[in-house]
């Protein structure tokens, strides 16, 4: 048994692009839906580090449980036969004409699928394999994206759909959430951290950094109240430029954050 996995990337389109508005200072994009398929737990990792939904021990269970079940396989056989089932499918193929083509579309379209109500009137099904029975029989996989992960990355965004996106590069998340979804160990969650740890912090630098945060050295700076730059640079291995540069910048951070409206926010000219 295969495995259908998926991804979504923020494509931006180009400045003469129909969809963008004249004289916009943003410019936008559209999601792109990506699929892959692989066989096995190491192609699974590989893709899962390019940002692709895990495999899940609930889809590998329900392989080798699917492989022991008679009665599916003669369903499956069966539903082949009267459907003409072509054994020479490019599913790689069939997946690259999926990019305008998101999970939840897919699967809608799955639930509407004469096979699956067939499925429903003759046999007890869980649902768990319902939404499975399709993609089985015409292209011999497990569709993950309808099946709960054990665990995931889950960035979050302001809105769906279109985005505006930030240093023409990319868009930006406002959050970014571990969902945990099955009844796991707490040492596959470490581990789960451990694989996926550039991924995550690639993840987190896209977070806006709230601009009143001041640093530990900046903090310390300040602590130093009235003492020379070049003793607060000796004490915290700076530079005195350094040391004159991040208490000016600790400075606007503060006011920034609260000021009176009457008050320019300028820095403070004292001499350290």
Known sequence: MKFISHKIEFRPLGKTHSLIKKNSFQQEGVFVHSYVVFENKSQAKKYEKKGYLALSQ?????????????????????????????????IKRVLSNWSDKSPEEI?????????????????????????????IINYQCIFLPALNSDIKIIPEYQSSGRFAYENQKEIRPVSININISSAIKVS?????????????????????????????????????????????????????????????????????????KNRKNTDDKKEL
């Open 58 to 90: 609930s889809a590998l269970e329900l392989a080798k449980v699917l492989k022991e079940s008679c009665e599916f396989r003669k369903f499956v056989q069966t539903q082949r036969l009267n459907c003409s089932y072509k054994t020479n499918i490019d």
């Open 188 to 260: 596959k969650i470490k581990n789960y951290l451990y694989a996926n740890q550039k991924y995550i912090e690639s993840q987190l630098r896209l977070l806006k950094s709230e601009n009143f945060k001041i640093s530990e050295k900046e903090r310390k700076v300040l602590a130093a109240g009235k003492k020379k730059a070049r003793k607060i640079g000796e004490n915290l291995g700076l530079q005195e430029d350094n040391v004159r540069r991040k208490r000016s910048d600790a400075r606007k951070k503060i006011k920034s954050l609260f000021w009176p």
């Open 107 to 135: 699967i809608k379209s799955i639930k509407k699928n004469p096979i699956v109500l067939k499925a429903k009137q003759e046999y007890e099904v869980k649902d768990i394999l319902l939404l499975q029975i399709p993609m």
